[in-house]
């Protein structure tokens, strides 16, 4: 049986992101010496003489694709990457009678109503490392007796998730230009954990992953940072959803790295919470450039609002902190959260302010997906329905700051530079990111802001 996995995954900002997930089924698939090919669409031209020329030279048995995201999640200027998720589905069907699989994480958001849009033959829902075999085997094992296999969502609940993380082989990404990704996207990737314990009101990682945080050893973590220096890729972000958590662990993690001295860059996201000088200066002596906080707020109402674990003054130390380790640091804000208003929003970037970050990285309105606590308060409170199809991107803005806060960002953003609001193209653009590649840096774009000033070299 032939695989042909297929990363549908092309957008360019803030930067084109390695497709970590497919590598990882990759490698799955080489462990067991099972036939398979990856065709990555985020650097291709003509999108179909590409999948038409793959599928005509491989002629796969089964066709994969990994959807990533849903959307740009950025508010007001949203786009949705399903009408090209579904152009790419009208491609193969035009070239291949090959069954299709679906998963990635944006599939295991909404997995029903993506199956149902996009018309596919089988989905995976949760890590893929495992699934993947069960599906191929079940599907082997019925064409051997003839058996017609009608179609189905395979749960992660069927397959259990993966508890010993390190039985698994790192990500294979012989398949896919390493190369490119560097130089358009600045980095390479790395996973040292799986797993979120936190409530945030809109996350989704406790969906996709799971909320217990289930951990690789340092050593396969330092391994995994040796194949790619060894593939000249010495720039890395670490995607845990909060590197410092354990605080443990984390702590290995950078010991490791500096016994190996292995002479690497990364950055990564923390929570404020657990920052502690120690591990800050460990971080920095293992090569960590910045670190970035997902604060979303800077106001104690509003950080109870959307569920965080940690206080405002705990935010402040953080800050303080990096400030005296030399670590750039950027805070990541939601704005419009339940019961936000002007003066919320006024206190939060005033107490940011104070801070000083390298960088502010801020969304306007909250992207709402079903199975979080904000879409149930979204639904009580009549601002969505129980039965709407939110694969069309539906945002959370408080109603106080609904009319005001547009007009009061765009004035902001004249006289704060180093503050990046996405959603309206300010501080961050295409034309932008290409000029700060082409001069060869590497890391996150916010690094290169500093306060007061905008991108430099």
């Not at 539906?394 to 004249?414: G, N, T």
């Not at 609001?421 to 990111?433: K, S």
Request: net charge neutral; charged share 25%.
């Amino acid at each position: 049986m032939k695989l042909l996995l297929i990363s549908p995954n092309v957008e360019f900002l803030p930067d084109p992101i390695f497709p970590l997930g497919l590598a990882y089924i990759a490698a799955a698939l080489k462990r067991r010496e099972i036939d398979h090919r990856i065709l990555d669409l985020c650097f291709v031209t003509d999108v179909e003489a590409d999948i038409s020329a793959e599928i005509a030279s491989y002629r796969p048995d089964i066709i994969g694709l990994s959807l990533r995201n849903l959307d740009n999640v950025s508010y007001p200027q949203y786009t949705s990457y399903l009408p090209f998720y579904r152009e790419v589905m009208d491609i193969i069907r035009r070239y291949s009678d090959s069954r299709i699989i679906l998963g990635g994480s944006a599939f295991s958001l909404m997995p029903q109503d993506i199956f149902t849009y996009l018309d596919a033959d089988f989905g995976i829902v949760g890590e893929g490392e495992r699934a993947i075999i069960t599906l191929l085997e079940r599907i082997e094992a019925a064409q051997k007796t003839g058996e017609k296999l009608e179609k189905y969502i395979l749960l992660d609940r069927d397959v259990g998730v993966i508890r010993k993380l390190d039985e698994y082989p790192a990500p294979d990404r012989s398949g896919i230009d390493n190369d490119a990704y560097l130089k358009f996207g600045g980095m390479g990737n790395i996973q040292t954990k799986r797993g979120c314990p936190f409530d945030c009101i809109y996350c989704t990682y406790p969906i996709i992953e799971g909320q217990s945080v289930r951990l690789r050893s340092p050593r396969h973590v330092c391994d995994e940072i040796e194949s790619l220096i060894d593939i000249g890729i010495n720039n890395v972000f670490i995607v845990d959803n909060e590197f410092n958590f354990p605080v443990e662990h984390a702590q290995f993690v950078c010991h490791e790295i500096i016994r190996r001295k292995l002479n690497i860059k990364w950055s990564g996201y923390a929570n404020p919470k657990f920052i502690q000088p120690k591990l800050v200066a460990l971080m920095r002596d293992s090569g960590c450039t910045g670190i970035e906080f997902g604060s979303d707020a800077a106001e104690p109402f509003m950080l109870k609002q959307m569920g965080k674990a940690f206080t405002l003054e705990e935010m402040n130390r953080a800050s303080m902190v990096c400030h005296r380790s030399g670590l750039s640091f950027c805070h990541s804000l939601l704005i419009g959260g339940p019961g936000e208003t002007m003066e919320t929003v006024q206190r939060t970037f005033d107490a940011i302010l104070a801070m000083s970050p390298t960088a502010v990285v801020c969304m306007v309105g909250i992207r709402v997906f079903p199975g979080t606590r904000l879409f149930e308060i979204a639904r009580k409170e009549g601002s969505i329905q129980t039965d709407q199809n939110l694969l069309e991107p539906c945002f959370y803005l408080s109603p106080a700051i609904k009319d005001m806060i547009l007009p009061f960002v765009e004035a902001f953003s004249k006289e704060h530079p180093t503050w990046i609001f996405p959603g309206m193209a300010i501080n961050i653009n295409r034309t932008l990111q290409k000029k700060i590649r082409r001069l060869g840096a590497r890391g996150p774009l916010w690094e290169y802001m500093k306060m007061g000033q905008r991108f430099k070299k």
